[in-house]
């Protein structure tokens, strides 16, 4: 599986903070076999997050996109906005689980705006900007994320060998 993870965070970019969360997630790729195939870190706009995740998914330079930061209430938490400008499918499930289990370490978790999609063969997840949220997304994700990622990559599955192509919107093969 080849990941991209992607820090959205104003301080991270100006390099006033360290990107912690970014980190863990790099650190989740290798430890779990993963390829770290992209990752960057952007200001918390959408200008400059959706032709990260466009470039990304639709030069298939990634099978799983993991976003953190940018999901919180502040005006400028603006990464789920982006990530739904660029998805052709919603994933409720993924977010739904994210924040029902991240309840077990904090009832803040039900404040992430956090989303799940899917952009061509690419699976897109919002995980909040902090390494405890972090923590808790990649262990609630443990389960479920090489199923989901093997099926929107059209691997063959137990579930469904030889997957055909998926028709995204216009009709156009991804």
Known sequence: MRVGVLTVSDGVARGVRED???DLLEAWAQEEGRILAQREVVVDETSAIVPILL??????????????????FSPRDVTPEATLAVADR?????PELLRGEGRNSTPLAVLSRGVA????RT???????SRGGVQDGLAALAGVVEHAVAITSHRATFH??????V???MGRHR
């Open 123 to 129: 699976l897109m997840v919002n995980l909040p900007g």
């Open 55 to 72: 470039k990304w998914c639709d030069g298939g330079m990634v099978d799983l996109i993991v976003t953190t930061g940018g999901t919180g």
């Open 20 to 22: 912690g969360s970014g």
């Open 160 to 165: 469904s060998p030889g997957a055909p192509p």
């Open 167 to 169: 028709q995204g919107p």
């Open 90 to 94: 919603l994933v409720p499930g993924i």
């Open 117 to 120: 999609a899917i952009r061509g």
